[in-house]
T-cell receptor, first 116, second 112 residues
Framework: DAGVIQSPRHEVTEMGQEVTLRCKPISGHDYLFWYRQTMMRGLELLIYFNNNVPIDDSGMPEDRFSAKMPNASFSTLKIQPSEPRDSAVYFC??????????????FGPGTRLLVL | GESVGLHLPTLSVQEGDNSIINCAYSNSASDYFIWYKQESGKGPQFIIDIRSNMDKRQGQRVTVLLNKTVKHLSLQIAATQPGDSAVYFC???????????FGQGTELSVKP
């Protein structure tokens, strides 16, 4: 199993540019989560999907952030326009619903974003 | 609550000693708790979990203890090894599942 795949692994861009982060969850998983990690705020949940439908986007900072999941094997997180304060590591995680009440989330390697 | 601050709590132990990492969780209604390990440059990795109807669970070299009375969670690592050096996060989940709330994290440093 390849695990959760994220691309790009590193992104450097200039303020005002559009940034698109990509995630491929583990095959068969029906939950997908986007997190942001900074030293100041730690690990924060931005949004999560169940069966490709956004369930909770209350963590999305503002309208500059948007996320989509067009199918079970692909999701994007877009920032437009980007700002220096968006610099962080963005993680994607996935899990699957079984007969257990709670499921372990498996994290990807992250995308390190630097906005200059 | 939110994780705030520039510096993580740090625990430094000698190789071979036992480590205890503590976590105070925020919501008394949380029903499920997980410990994650994050090595430098990598994503968090699942270590062990525990349900609120338990107070102790053991894995390979790791034990998680849950004290619901004081909303406290701890991770014990036996015979700590250099490969255990990482940041350790506790996370809590409510009865509806789905959303994990992560703690601030503790940096474990193992001295050879």
């Amino acid at each position: 199993d390849a695990g959760v795949i994220q691309s790009p692994r590193h992104e450097v861009t200039e303020m005002g540019q559009e940034v698109t982060l990509r995630c491929k969850p583990i095959s068969g998983h029906d939950y997908l989560f986007w997190y942001r990690q900074t030293m100041m705020r730690g690990l924060e949940l931005l949004i999560y999907f169940n069966n490709n439908v956004p369930i909770d986007d209350s963590g999305m900072p503002e309208d500059r952030f948007s996320a989509k999941m067009p199918n079970a094997s692909f999701s994007t997180l877009k920032i437009q326009p980007s700002e220096p304060r968006d610099s962080a590591v963005y993680f994607c995680a996935s899990s699957f619903k079984s007969d257990r009440p709670y499921e372990t989330q498996y994290f990807g390697p992250g995308t390190r974003l630097l906005v200059l | 609550g939110e994780s705030v601050g520039l510096h993580l709590p740090t625990l430094s132990v000698q190789e071979g000693d036992n480590s205890i990492i503590n976590c105070a969780y925020s919501n008394s209604a949380s029903d499920y708790f997980i410990w994650y390990k994050q090595e430098s440059g990598k994503g968090p990795q699942f270590i062990i979990d525990i349900r609120s109807n338990m107070d102790k669970r053991q894995g390979q070299r790791v034990t998680v203890l849950l004290n619901k009375t004081v909303k406290h969670l701890s991770l014990q690592i036996a015979a700590t090894q250099p490969g255990d050096s990482a940041v350790y996060f506790c996370a809590e989940m409510g009865v509806r599942g789905g959303k994990l709330i992560f703690g601030q994290g503790t940096e474990l440093s193992v001295k050879p």
